[in-house]
């Protein structure tokens, strides 16, 4: 069973905005759950992450300005606004679970990842 469902991406033009979302199906407690991407051919790539407990907010570079994380504690959903869209923001958008240990950052520090789901930005 997947512990983590991505849904919401899909294909828009450059300016435009996307939300997209991470569904927590349950398993072993996790402190919070981060965004990466993945362009083809590039490695992965933090974009945010959040905590359940708390209202801390983490941004890589590429979102900040730009993407807003939030959540729904009751249904253990993570949501991702994306505004300004970009052609280089195209990508596979995962949501993993923290660890609890290392920087948000950091993949190592993810320990259960969805399957994606695929954001296109047209120029």
């Known amino acids: 069973q997947v512990r983590l469902v991505e849904s919401g991406g899909g294909l828009v033009q450059a300016g435009d905005w996307l939300g997209i979302t991470c569904l927590d199906t349950?398993?072993?407690?996790?402190?919070?759950i981060g965004w990466f991407r993945q362009a083809a051919g590039k490695e992965r790539e933090f974009v945010a992450h959040i905590n359940w407990s708390d209202v801390s907010t983490w941004y890589g570079d590429v979102a900040k300005g730009r993407f807003t994380i939030s959540r729904d504690n009751d249904k253990k959903t993570v949501y991702l606004e994306m505004n300004s869209l970009k052609p280089e923001d195209t990508g596979v958008y995962y949501c993993?679970?923290?660890?609890?240990?290392?920087?948000?950052?950091?993949?190592?520090?993810?320990?259960?990842w969805g399957q994606g789901t695929q954001v296109t930005v047209s120029s």
């Open positions: 349950g398993g072993a407690f996790r402190p919070g």
């Open positions: 993993a679970t923290h660890s609890g240990n290392g920087d948000v950052t950091y993949i190592s520090s993810y320990d259960s």
